[in-house]
């Protein structure tokens, strides 16, 4: 094989592993939601440019030795397919998780990439365009609507994060999908619910029920709250025991430089008495919490209650989390 040939065949594969090498070594700016469903979605453009650099491939070594030009577009989809399996089994056992949406992404972004290339290349045969008789414009609005399809998880986090910001200084009021987005439950059961008639709220007409279940650790979390607090004195939050004698619920706030250690956050535990419950509580004791350092108030990552080592269920109602 001359030394151009050598040359020109080794671009496509260098390309190739540079694709997929991008999966393992680039690192997502911030581990959110946001970015891991960013993260997700990159897969449909990554492997749709995958398989072209294989159809590439698949010209230069096979050439006309496939029977139709077709073959070329199957075997490119079945090797970005089959790479894209091969990527989520070595996250699978290595420091990664392996995901079936990831793969799902691969394969639509690998099927559209080649449907529109397809609708392009005039050495196809009339026989061989899978398409049919249908217009080769009604193939690349399909494809765009597959991308737009594969977009949804990330544009509804960048919706629940635009309507966090624009509800500040409120971190959750339980109102609206967008921002019961951010809530996560652990042995507990969390429900939205229209405020009980034996606690009538003027200001919302929604509240979350939580039902703490028998647990080491029965826990109901805003996971990645509004994180500057900058600016702010307090933090308030509403409770309402529905029970005749008081109980006690843990609050831990931490930020995202937590170490999982008990002393490296925010600990406090609340009494609650019968009836509403209105917690204040100040900034500033949040901050200085930790032992050895202070809480990052631009940074912070989660609220949570929970209650420890319950013989029995716990009914508990929370409104209105915000900042003062």
């Not at 089994?89 to 099927?111: E, I, K, M, N, T």
């Not at 008639?197 to 979390?221: C, G, I, N």
């Not at 006690?248 to 609340?270: A, E, G, M, S, V």
Request: charged share 20%.
């Amino acid at each position: 094989m001359p030394a151009y040939s050598r040359i020109s065949l080794a671009a496509p594969v260098i390309l190739a592993l540079i694709i997929l090498g991008s999966l393992f070594l680039v690192k997502l700016p911030e581990h959110t939601n946001l970015w891991r469903e960013a993260g997700s979605f990159g897969h449909l453009p990554l492997f749709g440019l995958l398989s072209l650099v294989f159809l590439n491939l698949s010209r230069r070594l096979l050439g006309a030795g496939l029977r139709t030009r077709l073959n070329h577009y199957r075997l490119a989809l079945a090797a970005s397919i089959v790479s894209g399996g091969l990527v989520e089994l070595v996250q699978y056992f290595g420091p990664r998780d392996a995901d079936l949406w990831d793969l799902a992404l691969d394969a639509v972004g690998s099927l559209v990439f080649l449907a529109v290339v397809a609708t392009f290349d005039r050495h196809l045969s009339e026989g061989d365009r899978p398409w049919g008789r249908a217009p080769a414009r009604a193939i690349r609005a399909a494809a765009v609507l597959l991308v737009l399809a594969g977009f949804i998880p990330t544009g509804l986090w960048l919706g629940s994060y635009a309507y966090r910001s624009a509800n500040l200084p409120c971190l959750c009021r339980f109102e609206s999908f967008w921002e019961n987005r951010f809530l996560a439950a652990a042995h507990a059961d969390l429900e939205i619910t229209p405020s009980p008639t034996y606690w009538r709220r003027e200001k919302t007409s929604k509240t979350a029920h939580v039902l703490f279940k028998p647990a080491p650790y029965s826990t109901v979390a805003l996971v990645e709250p509004y994180p500057d607090w900058t600016g702010y004195r307090s933090l308030a939050m509403t409770l309402f025991n529905p029970r005749d004698t008081a109980v006690t619920l843990d609050l831990r706030i931490h930020d995202r430089r937590h170490n999982n250690q008990y002393h490296d956050r925010y600990n406090k535990t609340l009494s609650l008495s019968p009836g509403e419950n209105v917690v204040t509580i100040s900034l500033n004791e949040i901050e200085y919490a930790p032992v050895g350092r202070r809480l990052d108030m631009r940074s912070l990552a989660a609220v949570s209650l929970f209650a420890a080592d319950l013989s029995d269920t716990l009914s508990v109602f929370l409104d209105e989390v915000c900042l003062r």
